[in-house]
C-alpha cells in the first residue's frame, strides 16, 4: 500500500463543464487525397473546442514536473474512464508537455445533470510518496 501526501498548494485548478471523449476510442478514419487517415472523432473535436473556451491559460506555464488529480464527472457508467484528452489539452495552458506529469489520481463519478472534469495541477516536488 501506497500513502501519497501534497505538501504544496495547487499550481492549477479548473473546472471543465461538459463530458470529454476517450481519446483511446476517438479516432475515426477519413481518406485524404486517397489515403487512410485517423484523425479525431467529432466528440472529441466538440469536446476540444468546449474545454479551450472555459480553461483559463497561466503565465507563466509550468515547467516542473506535475501530478494531475482528475475527477471526471460522466453522464452514465458507460464511458471508459480515460483522461489523457484532457492531458493533451492542459499543453500551453497550464503546463508546457503533458510529458511532464509524472504522476496522476483519475477517477470516475456520475452526474447526469452535469457533466464536468475537476482538474488540479500540482508540482510533482510537493508529492510524497510512502510506503505503509
Do not use: W
Not at 495547487?10 to 461538459?18: D, K, M, R, S, Y
Not at 509550468?62 to 501530478?67: M, R
Not at 483519475?106 to 445533470?113: F, M, P, R, V
Request: charged fraction near 25%.
Amino acid at each position: 500500500m501506497i500513502v501519497m501526501r501534497q505538501q504544496d498548494e495547487t499550481a492549477f485548478e479548473t473546472i471543465i463543464l461538459g463530458e470529454p471523449a476517450s481519446k483511446a476510442n476517438s479516432r475515426r478514419s477519413v481518406l485524404i487525397r486517397g489515403k487512410p487517415r485517423f484523425i479525431k472523432s467529432k466528440k472529441a473535436l466538440e469536446y476540444e473546442k468546449v474545454f479551450i473556451a472555459q480553461c483559463p491559460v497561466i503565465n507563466p506555464l509550468i515547467e516542473a514536473d506535475v501530478f494531475i488529480n482528475i475527477t471526471i464527472y460522466y453522464r452514465t457508467r458507460r464511458p471508459d474512464l480515460d483522461p489523457s484528452l484532457i492531458y493533451d489539452l492542459l499543453q500551453g495552458r497550464a503546463y508546457i508537455n503533458d510529458r511532464q506529469v509524472k504522476g496522476f489520481l483519475c477517477l470516475h463519478a456520475l452526474d447526469s445533470e452535469n457533466p464536468r472534469a475537476l482538474i488540479k495541477v500540482s508540482l510533482m516536488e510537493g508529492i510524497h510518496v510512502e510506503p505503509v
